[in-house]
């Protein structure tokens, strides 16, 4: 993926990361019933955690091209066009769709 999220693309507060996540209602939704749950209970640690928990979703809605960059990935692999995708395992590995090794070049 030539994009990365930005940490720096959204504030680290409730409003903020309800305006980010207007580009996801599903997510802004989700939001929502755990911020409204944290908050009926008076549980500051809860609405901290609410936010931690939301905070990468809302700055991947408010990184530019990011999302759309997702579901443009998603709906080529959804239509089963997997050419020239690279992915990684957890020891950052290449592959590519058929799960045959790519060497990428990086080194890690």
């Known amino acids: ?13 409730p409003d903020a990361i309800r305006a980010a996540l207007q580009r996801r209602p599903d997510w802004l939704k989700a939001f929502e019933r755990d911020w409204l749950s944290a908050a009926a209970e008076f549980d ?3 609405l901290d ?3 931690d928990k939301w905070f990468p979703f809302a700055c991947a809605c ?5 999302l759309d960059e997702v579901e443009q990935t998603i709906k080529r692999m959804a239509e ?3 050419e020239g995708m ?23």
């Open 1 to 13: 993926m030539a994009h990365e999220v930005d940490p720096n693309s959204c504030e680290r507060t």
């Open 86 to 108: 690279v992915f990684y395992d957890a020891d950052g590995n290449a592959y590519d769709a058929d799960n045959h090794p790519v060497d990428t070049g990086r080194r890690g």
């Open 80 to 82: 089963g066009d997997t």
């Open 44 to 46: 500051q640690p809860g």
């Open 62 to 66: 408010a990184t530019p091209g990011y």
């Open 49 to 51: 955690a609410v936010i």
